[in-house]
Nanobody
Framework: QVHLVESGGGLVQAGGSLRLSCAAS????????MGWFRQTPGKEREFVAR????????YYADSVKGRFTISRDTAKNTVYLQMNSLKPEDTAVYYC??????????WGQGTQVTVSS
């Protein structure tokens, strides 16, 4: 079982920055792929970014490439999502997830990010 807790969401003006954190605990997550997703009302959950916990390789959705950075701190068992140059369309509930390249098995409770224009 892997337990994920997100934090760091909030209200920010367009062009601003936020850093989301995802604290992970539980067995075997050190071999996992960690990711961030987001969802707005009435829409499907959307992939944002992922990182391989072991080798730190990353992958991003085109919509956030160049603006968002995913990273991890192995000492703190935490994954981060640094979000810069935020746009109103980035407004969503952001979820942390853990899984493999083919499936996501564990999810956090989500944290709200609101970008005002």
């Amino acid at each position: 079982q892997v337990h994920l807790v997100e934090s760091g969401g909030g209200l920010v003006q367009a062009g601003g920055s936020l850093r989301l954190s995802c604290a992970a605990s539980g067995r075997a997550f050190s071999s996992a792929i960690m990711g961030w997703f987001r969802q707005t009302p009435g829409k499907e959950r959307e992939f944002v970014a992922r990182i391989n916990w072991s080798v730190s390789s990353t992958y991003y959705a085109d919509s956030v490439k160049g603006r968002f950075t995913i990273s991890r701190d192995t000492a703190k068992n935490t994954v981060y999502l640094q979000m810069n140059s935020l746009k109103p369309e980035d407004t969503a509930v952001y979820y942390c997830a853990a899984g493999s390249y083919s499936s996501w098995y564990y999810w956090g409770q989500g944290t709200q990010v609101t970008v005002s224009s």
